[in-house]
């Protein structure tokens, strides 16, 4: 039986920067845009975060998020474009709104597909994210409380192997099935709602029928269906990853990304994985607010990355970038969306997968 020693640290949110607002969370977010000086460009997203709490939570809710929530954020790289107001309200959003909502308050705060989404939502409860960085990666992750940032150190395991290591600690998260487990319990109040990855590929009764080109997959999938799959080479590694639609469902067209014409109705995919920005942003994190010595700890180590969006069935030669892995297991192929890395997840390279329906 596994043993892990939790000890829980909540960071507090730092002061927000003094300075004039902007009105709306909108108007900041385009400043942050356009702003090209890194000082200033914290001051914004420190505002936007705040205005933008204001907007989609009460006041009471804000303040709470405040006393729990550390407000360091990586250099600024990338921001969502703000949507335009006009975008078409899309169906299937409005449908499947909570699922993508729980889906989403683990992404990069800032990310593109927030933005789209609560577009494109009509007047349905938009998506927020507390995570400046996503919610890291942790193996055997399962249960957290999503409205907090938390920093959790695990000293001591029973046994050595590849995920832990004796005398370091670990940023509390989730891994890939915690993380689709706790989106349908928080929506269905079902601890054991999604069963373990292995019954998944055996439920065969409840598996999708996808075939042909991954283009037209979106015909037969629905926003919430579970992509599981087996890798059994060396060892079982499972994996499973939840549909959220495609990039044409959240607006996205030809001229806005010409490099993903091709791909625009390929699945599109949520899941806890390993991934190069989230490790980086996490170290840059982690030192920046030197844990280890305030927690009095050997060392703090980064997680192997988080929650993070992918497409599934897209050729490697169509990417626009390529990198080794952090730890060189295998390349990673990703496309650049409005500054974010969205990868190509590697679904036909495993021995066995399924489209499991909840």
């Given amino acids: 039986m596994r043993r892990l020693v939790i000890i829980t640290l909540i960071l507090v949110l730092a002061p927000a920067a003094q300075g004039a607002f902007a009105t709306s969370a909108d108007d900041i977010l385009h400043q942050l845009v356009c702003s090209t000086n890194d000082m200033t460009a914290e001051v914004l997203m420190r505002q936007y975060v705040t205005a933008k709490s204001v907007e989609i939570y009460s006041v009471q809710s804000v303040l709470e998020q405040q006393r729990n929530i550390k407000d360091i954020r990586p250099t600024i790289t990338y921001l969502a474009k703000p949507a ?12 499947k709104g909570g699922l993508l909502r729980e889906a989403f308050a683990f992404l990069n705060a800032n990310n593109p597909l927030i933005t789209r989404f609560n577009s494109r939502n009509g007047n349905g409860d938009k998506a927020y994210s507390p995570y400046p960085y996503g919610l890291p990666y942790l193996w055997a992750g399962k249960n957290i ?6 920093v959790v150190f695990i000293p001591e395991y029973s046994g050595e192997s590849k995920e832990y290591k004796f005398g370091r600690a670990y940023l509390e998260g989730f891994d890939c099935s915690g993380y689709v487990s706790h989106i349908y319990k928080t929506l269905t109040g079902r601890k054991d709602f999604i069963p373990g ?18 283009r037209y997959f979106y015909e037969s999938l629905q926003i919430g269906d579970l992509f599981v799959c087996s890798d059994r080479e060396g060892g079982s590694s499972n994996h499973v990853l939840m549909y959220i639609g495609t990039l044409s469902d ?3 067209t030809a001229e806005l990304v010409p490099s993903l014409a091709r791909y625009l109705t390929y699945p599109l995919v949520i899941h806890c994985s390993s991934n190069n920005f989230q490790r980086a942003w996490f170290s840059r994190y982690i030192a920046l607010n030197q844990i280890a010595k305030r927690k009095n700890v050997r060392d703090v180590w980064p997680p192997c990355g988080g929650v993070m969006v992918s497409l599934i069935g897209v050729p490697y030669a169509a990417a626009t970038k390529v990198e080794p892995l952090y730890n060189n297991s295998r390349d990673v192929y990703s496309f650049d969306l409005e500054g974010y ?3 190509i997840y590697p679904l036909y390279e495993k ?5 499991y329906r909840p």
């Fill in 250 to 252: 959240y607006g996205y």
């Fill in 84 to 95: 335009d107001s006009n975008d078409p309200i899309n169906p299937r959003f409005i449908e």
């Fill in 197 to 214: 990855i292995s019954q998944m590929l055996s439920r065969r009764h409840q598996h999708v029928s996808v075939s042909g080109s991954p």
């Fill in 341 to 343: 890395e969205l990868t």
């Fill in 145 to 150: 409380k999503g409205d907090q940032l938390r």
């Fill in 351 to 355: 021995k066995e997968y399924a489209v």
